[in-house]
């Protein structure tokens, strides 16, 4: 069973930056992809950037240029650095771990966090 906790989310003005972090536990071996969603309340979740153990990398295109995902195999934690942020950014960032080479959707992630709260001021 592998746990997911994401942080580093907050309060952060326009133009901003804010750096989120997802920590796992458990069997994290397991699965071969990981990746940041967003959620704005009454809309579905949203793909936001994906990395895979072979560091491929995907970006949705609102993100692209201002989004980097990385990862610390060491301390088994993937980031989220998100730079020139927008009031359209504001959503609910949830990690999640999957099985596939990479993946843009919900369907293809089995383990999920909590997810962090991210506000962006105009």
């Known amino acids: 069973q592998v746990q997911l906790v994401e942080s580093g989310g907050g309060l952060v003005q326009a133009g901003g930056s804010l750096t989120l972090s997802c920590a796992a536990s458990g069997r994290s071996f397991e699965y071969f992809t990981r990746a940041w969603f967003r959620q704005v309340p009454g809309k579905e979740r949203e793909f936001v950037a994906a990395i895979n153990l072979l560091k491929r990398r995907e970006y949705a295109d609102s993100v692209k240029g201002r989004f980097t995902i990385s990862k610390d195999e060491d301390k088994d934690t993937i980031y989220l650095q998100m730079n020139s942020l927008e009031p359209e950014d504001t959503a609910v960032y949830s990690c999640?771990?999957?099985?596939?080479?990479?993946?843009?959707?919900?369907?293809?992630?089995?383990?999920w966090g909590q997810g962090t709260q991210v506000t962006v001021s105009s």
């Open positions: 999640a771990f999957g099985s596939v080479s990479i993946g843009t959707t919900e369907a293809d992630y089995k383990v």
